[in-house]
Each structure stands twice: as C-alpha cells, then as structure tokens.
C-alpha cells in the first residue's frame, strides 16, 4: 500500500492535519512498531498530492505552536481513492531475501545450509510467538480488524515454516542441481552478413 492512499482514505473521513494523518494512520495500523511512518513522509506525501490536485488546504489551525495545515479531499482526490478501492493489491511473493540467501550459501563451500535453514526458522518461530501473544491480547469486542491483521501475519508465518520444512527435506537434490546462470551473450558487434552486399 502507498501512503499517499492512505492519506487520500483519512482525508475522506474528514479534514485532518499531518501530524493528525500520521497518529491516524498509526492507530489504524496497530502502531509504529507494526508501521512506522516518518513525519517527512507524510509530509512530503502532502506536498505531493497537493501539487497533484488531490487535495487542497482548508485551513491553518494556530493553537499556541506552528502552524497546522487543514487539508481535506478534492474531487479528484475522491476519484482516485475510488480507484484505489476497486483494484486488487498485487502481492509480490519471489522478492525474497531468505531465498537470495539460501541459493548463495548452497554454493559456498564454507557455509552449512541446513545451519541458514536453521537461523531463519528460529527467527519465524520467534515472530510467531510474538504474534500469536499479540493477537491473545487483542480485544475481539473493539479490535477484531487487528486480530484479522494478525491471523494473516500467522498464517503467512505458518506457511514459510511449511516451506523450510519442505526445502530443508529437499535440500540434498536441489545442492546437486547447478546454481542458475545468465544466458551469456555475444560481445561486440554483430558479424556482417556476406550475402547482403
């Protein structure tokens, strides 16, 4: 998710200022140890849809400190967000660091795979604790959408553990397979085609 329409879905609510987006965006979220924004962020985002026509100042609040700009949707803003609404969200799974990282300790002599396998599945043991304790915390009477949030996160988790099991069982056949390389290509320029002069 961008937070530009995050920010575009808060302004729909109502007028909010950035430091108001930010604590919003926050709570909504669970916190900023679930998903810290920077304040530049927000506003630099501000700035951005602003210029864009998405949405427009409706105000400065004074209350003894700076200066608070009010911003609120504009129409285009609202077909936007609109938009936003109506399309999936593409989940990009093969972007996968722990991947990159098993695939090169296969091919270095000095490292134990298994031992990496290992390290990343204490590592998801760890966040699957801390989540599943989280989430039996979790009020269901005022805060089932975060428990929801929470059980994706687990089943995500579940899954991987599910998937190191996999290729840790594998693991001797894939080390027999040769690593990936690119197509290699010809250098220089193309030879002239004698039959065309």
Do not use: C
């Not at 700035?47 to 400190?65: K, M, P, T």
């Not at 996160?153 to 990936?180: F, G, N, T, V, Y």
């Amino acid at each position: 998710m961008t937070i530009r329409h995050a920010i575009l879905g808060l302004l729909a609510q109502h007028p909010r200022h950035g430091y108001e987006l930010r604590a919003a965006f926050e709570a909504l979220v669970g916190g900023d140890d679930v998903w810290d924004v920077k304040p530049a962020q927000i506003y630099t985002t501000l700035a951005r849809l602003e210029e864009s026509g998405l949405i427009v100042q409706d105000g400065v609040e004074q209350a003894g400190g700076p200066e608070k700009h009010i911003y609120s949707l504009s129409p285009s803003g609202q077909e936007e967000l609109e938009r936003w609404y109506l399309s999936g969200i593409p989940e990009d799974h093969q972007h996968d660091e722990f991947f990159v990282k098993l695939m090169l300790s296969i091919g270095e002599k000095s490292i134990d795979s298994r031992q990496v396998i290992q390290v990343q599945r204490s590592l998801i043991y760890q966040d699957l604790h801390q989540l599943t304790g989280q989430r039996n915390n979790t009020n269901p009477r005022t805060e089932l959408a975060q428990i929801f949030l929470l059980d994706k996160a687990i089943m995500h988790l579940e899954a991987d553990l599910r998937w190191l099991d996999m290729i840790d069982s594998r693991l001797e056949e894939i080390q027999k397979q040769p690593m990936p390389e690119p197509e290699q290509k010809q250098r220089g320029r193309p030879r002239k085609n004698p039959s065309l002069n």
